[in-house]
C-alpha cells in the first residue's frame, strides 16, 4: 500500500484505452485507501502531512436516520463531520448544491482542513460508501487534489473491529483556500443544450425503477423518469455486496456494457448530486478524471423541463 499521501497513477489496473493513454503523465492522487491504511495512519502520523478525516454521512429525510446525532455516538477517532446540507448554496431551491468558494473554504477550514491536509472522507451508510463521493468530488472540484474516501466505509471499519470515539469532535481551525473549476459542473442549461448536440455522455446513478419512472422518488412532488438520451448505471453497481468498491476492471466492463466511452466527455446526474459522484469516482478509478457534476441533477431537472423532456414509464410530468 503506497504511503499516505503519496502519489500514484489509478490507471495502472485498466486496459488500455484513449483516454489513459492521453493521461499517462499525468499521476492521479489516490482515491480509496483502506481501513488498515487509516488505522496506520492514526497510530503513527506521518510529518508534513496532516491527515484529516471527515465523515460525511447524509441520509434522505424518508430514511429516519439522523447523520449528526449517529457521529456523535460513534465515529472513527480524530473524524470531524462534514454536513452536506450546512455546506451548500442555501440560497437555492434545490437540494445542497454546491457553496461559494468562500464558503467552502471557510466550512472545511474549520473542519481543521488546510492545504497540506490529506483529507480522507467516509460515510456511516448501509451500502459502504452512499455520500462521502460527493464531498469527495466537492474538494477535487475547488482545488484540493489530496483527498481519498475510505474503501467500504464505517460499514467495513466496523466489520475489521477497529477503534471507535463518541461525543462532539473539536478539530483545530485552519486555513483553506478554495478555487472552483468550472470544468467540474454543469448547469440545467448544459444539459438541455446537449440534448441536441450531444457533446456530451450522460450516466444517472439513481435505481432503474426511478430511472425508468416506474418506482417512486423519494422526494413530494418529484415524479421519476429520466433526460432523454441518459443512460442508466445504478451507483450500487459500483460495489461488492460487501460493500466494498469494486475493481477497475469490473468497473470499466460496467462502463463498456451501457456503451459508455471512457475516452469522450462524460457527465453524471441523479436524484440531486450525491450518488452521481460514484459515476465520477468510478471513471477516475478508471483513470477519467474529467468526469463533470450535474448538480441540480433530477430534482432540478424535473422542476423546469417541459413535459417531452420528462422520459417515463410512469405518469412523468403533464404541466
Known amino acids: 500500500m503506497a504511503e499516505p499521501g503519496s502519489r500514484e497513477p489509478e490507471t495502472r489496473a485498466c486496459s ?3 483516454a489513459a493513454a492521453a493521461m499517462a503523465p499525468q499521476q492521479l492522487f489516490r482515491a480509496l485507501v483502506s481501513a488498515q491504511w487509516v488505522a496506520e495512519a492514526l497510530r503513527v502520523p506521518r510529518a508534513g502531512q496532516p491527515l484529516q478525516l471527515l465523515d460525511a454521512s447524509w441520509y434522505l429525510p424518508k430514511m429516519g436516520r439522523d447523520a ?3 457521529f456523535d455516538e460513534r465515529h472513527i477517532p480524530g473524524a470531524a463531520f462534514f454536513d452536506i446540507d450546512q455546506c451548500s448554496d442555501r440560497t437555492s431551491p434545490y437540494d445542497h448544491m454546491l457553496p461559494r468558494a468562500a464558503h467552502f473554504a471557510e466550512y472545511v477550514g474549520h473542519l481543521g482542513v488546510g492545504a497540506a491536509t490529506h483529507v480522507v472522507i467516509y460515510d456511516a451508510s448501509d451500502q459502504g460508501l452512499f455520500s462521502a463521493p460527493r464531498v469527495w468530488w466537492m474538494f477535487r472540484a475547488f482545488g484540493h487534489r489530496a483527498v481519498s474516501l475510505l474503501d467500504g466505509g464505517l ?3 466496523l466489520r475489521q473491529g477497529l477503534p471507535l470515539s463518541s461525543g462532539k469532535s473539536r478539530p483545530v481551525p485552519t486555513e483553506f483556500r478554495a478555487v472552483l473549476d ?3 459542473v454543469k448547469t440545467y442549461e448544459d444539459v438541455k443544450e446537449n440534448i441536441e448536440s450531444r457533446r456530451f455522455q450522460v450516466v444517472d446513478a439513481r435505481a432503474a425503477g426511478r430511472f425508468r419512472g416506474t418506482e417512486p422518488e423519494p422526494r ?3 415524479e421519476p423518469g429520466h433526460i432523454p438520451g441518459t443512460v442508466n448505471i445504478p451507483f450500487t453497481d459500483f460495489l461488492t455486496e460487501e460493500g466494498m468498491e469494486k475493481s477497475p476492471e469490473e468497473i470499466r466492463r460496467l462502463f463498456q456494457d451501457k456503451k459508455v466511452d471512457l475516452s469522450q466527455p462524460l457527465v453524471a446526474t441523479c436524484g440531486s448530486g450525491v450518488t452521481a459522484c460514484h ?3 468510478g471513471a477516475y478509478l478508471c483513470g477519467k478524471p474529467d468526469v463533470a457534476i450535474y448538480d441540480g441533477s433530477w430534482v432540478e431537472w424535473y422542476m423546469r423541463a417541459q413535459p417531452e423532456d420528462v422520459i417515463s414509464e410512469g405518469r412523468g410530468k403533464t404541466r
Do not use: M, Q
Request: hydrophobic fraction near 45%; aromatic fraction near 12%.
Open 68 to 70: 449528526r446525532r449517529e
Open 279 to 281: 459515476v465520477a469516482l
Open 155 to 157: 460499514r467495513n471499519w
Open 16 to 18: 488500455p484505452s484513449v
Open 182 to 184: 468550472p470544468a467540474f
Open 220 to 222: 413530494d412532488g418529484i
